[in-house]
Structure formats: C-alpha cells, structure tokens
C-alpha cells in the first residue's frame, strides 16, 4: 500500500468519524431540545392541575363552612324550642332519687365488711 493511499484512507477516516460524531451531536441536541419541550408541557400541565385542585379545595371549604353555618343556625333555632322549664315533675324527680338510692345500696353493700 502507498503512502498516498494510506493517507487518504487515514483522511477519509477521519472525516466519517467527524461526520458522525457531528450527526451524534446534532440528534443529543434534538433530544435535549425534545426533554425540554416534554418537561416544560409537564410543568404547564402540573400547574393547571395544582391551579384547579386549589379551586376545587377553596370551594369545598366554603361549601363546608356554609353547612355548619346552616346546621348551627338550625340547631341554635332547636335550642330555643326547648322549655326552660324541667322535664321531669316531682313525681318522677321523687322515683328517680328512690331508684339512686337503692343503686347506691346495692353498690355499696358489703364495702365497709
């Protein structure tokens, strides 16, 4: 082999590994610029998604805070309803303190033994 040849063979290999580190180059670009573009979309689209959960959230409070609102003005309205005045008559005060006392006779009966 000539050295002129063994030159050109050297040279034009060479010039395809530089022709294909230069493509390998240009495609890592294309998929840097490509993950950029697919994170960036990610990003917008987490946001929307974390800008409607917040709303969502903001809504089921006041949706929440309006309902026990509501039922505390319905049980306050109930409250008012009720007599002042006790339930039980004396009768039935003078029953239960009988039934008391003979509870406590039972529960205490052969304590002090």
């Given at each position: 082999?000539?050295?002129?040849?063994?030159?050109?063979?050297?040279?034009?290999?060479?010039?395809?590994?530089?022709?294909?580190?230069?493509?390998?180059?240009?495609?890592?670009?294309?998929?840097?610029?490509?993950?950029?573009?697919?994170?960036?979309?990610?990003?917008?689209?987490?946001?929307?998604?974390?800008?409607?959960?917040?709303?969502?959230?903001?809504?089921?409070?006041?949706?929440?805070?309006?309902?026990?609102?509501?039922?505390?003005a319905e049980l306050a309205a109930e409250a008012r309803q009720i007599?002042?005045?006790?339930?039980?008559?004396?009768?039935?005060?003078?029953?239960?303190?009988?039934?008391?006392?003979?509870?406590?006779?039972?529960m205490t009966a052969g304590v002090a033994e």
């Amino acid at each position: 082999m000539s050295d002129r040849h063994s030159n050109e063979s050297v040279e034009g290999a060479i010039t395809r590994v530089l022709e294909a580190e230069g493509r390998a180059r240009e495609a890592v670009n294309q998929c840097r610029t490509g993950a950029r573009r697919t994170v960036n979309g990610a990003r917008v689209r987490s946001s929307r998604i974390l800008a409607r959960a917040d709303e969502r959230i903001r809504l089921l409070h006041e949706y929440c805070e309006q309902q026990v609102s509501h039922r505390l003005a319905e049980l306050a309205a109930e409250a008012r309803q009720i007599p002042d005045q006790p339930v039980m008559g004396p009768e039935m005060e003078q029953r239960l303190q009988a039934v008391v006392r003979r509870l406590a006779e039972e529960m205490t009966a052969g304590v002090a033994e």
